[in-house]
């Protein structure tokens, strides 16, 4: 499938191939780096439609020259969706409305999803050259920059012009109401998680990922996943989990993920005397292998969607310490499938980590409560019986009976699960 994976735009010979008789979704998004939670929604998407009428591909716009892309498209083979890549100058770089424009009229596109704010622009720009159904999905603006209130002005003004909208948390949904979108064009469709990939094979200690890293037996690991950014927070976590340490706990910290912040950490690591005890990973392919080493996740964010990587860990069953950021309070019950903590705090985050820590039976309790949460609320394939059944509205199709008990009721299991295809 590598074939389909890394593929000139400017070349539509070498694209893949539709299937005849689909509707096709194009997936639309800007990337940097090795990519972040909503592209695991996206790329995992395809497979768990392809009994369905459509057919799901990806167009990402990139910089022509991050080399961390490479992870992106590693993903997308893993995941068997169809992945065209845009090289993106910026801004200015007109030729990217050309290749979108291109790829709408090679596919005969009949629903462009967005997924940011100049995904959502574009798709608007493309649609008087290209009839298509607009859709979108607002995962939270969640890195502040100096533009990102030009951003969001850009999405409140684009935002009305589309015919559903997708919120993955409450906060979201609220947003998008409150800016004056009708309630029948929005639909709360929180991020899902593959719980067949992402399920507890082994205990903590038997991990060889604790020899590689050189772990000693019968210490604890406390794990954090995500870019390193400062909304991220990873030095409260750092500081955090320095207090453990001070009160006698036997504990080191694996932060998985690489950013701009990256530096900083490092050199906070080093000044606190911890480079035995912290350990920055880098980006990993090999998450699901990750929350198998792990005693306890934490994450310490100021600003999120429904991060994947919380469902991740609980689908794992790993015991969860979380702020109260967007909708993770929705996923999590305080003291039953994880401890939630205040924003931005670090006392806080270490007593309830040192809660956790301390107490073999609380870890096993929440772990359990985590697990059972994603089977009964946040299954993948749950989550995209109610993408399906936006597409089948908009499309005016008969919902199948299945689907609609799961867009419904919230429980329940979707016919349409993982297809391998040719």
Known sequence: MSDQVKIDSSDPAGW???????????????????????????????QYLADSPYWLAAAYMHPPDDKGYDAVRKRAADFRCPLISIPDRGATDISVLRQMLKICRHYKVAVWHGHDYKSNLIGLMLRPFWKMKLVTTLHGWVKHTSRTPLYYKIDRMCLPWYEHVMAVSDDLYEEARQIGLPESKLTLIQNGVDEKTFRRRMAPADSPLRREFNTPPGRLVIGGVGRLSPEKAFDNLIKATADQIRNGLDVELWIVGDGDHKPELQKMVQEMGL??????????????????????????????????????????????????????????????????????????LSVAMGRVLADANLRQQLAQGARKTIEREFSFSQRMAKERAVYDRLFKRPVQETWVKTLDSGAGTATAGPVETA
Do not use: C, W
């Open 16 to 46: 893949p191939l539709a299937p005849a008789g689909k509707d096709v979704v194009l997936h639309t998004r800007v990337v940097t780096e090795t990519g972040g939670g909503p592209d695991k929604t996206i790329l995992l998407s395809s």
């Open 275 to 348: 480079t035995d005890r912290v350990k920055l990973l880098g980006f990993r392919s090999d998450t699901p292998e990750i929350y198998q080493a792990l005693d306890l996740f934490v994450l310490s964010s100021l600003r999120e969607g429904l991060p994947n990587v919380v469902l991740e860990a609980m689908a794992t069953s790993v015991a969860v310490v979380s702020t109260r950021v967007a909708g993770v309070p929705k996923l999590i019950e305080d003291g039953v499938s994880g401890l939630l903590v205040p924003l931005g705090e670090v006392e806080p």
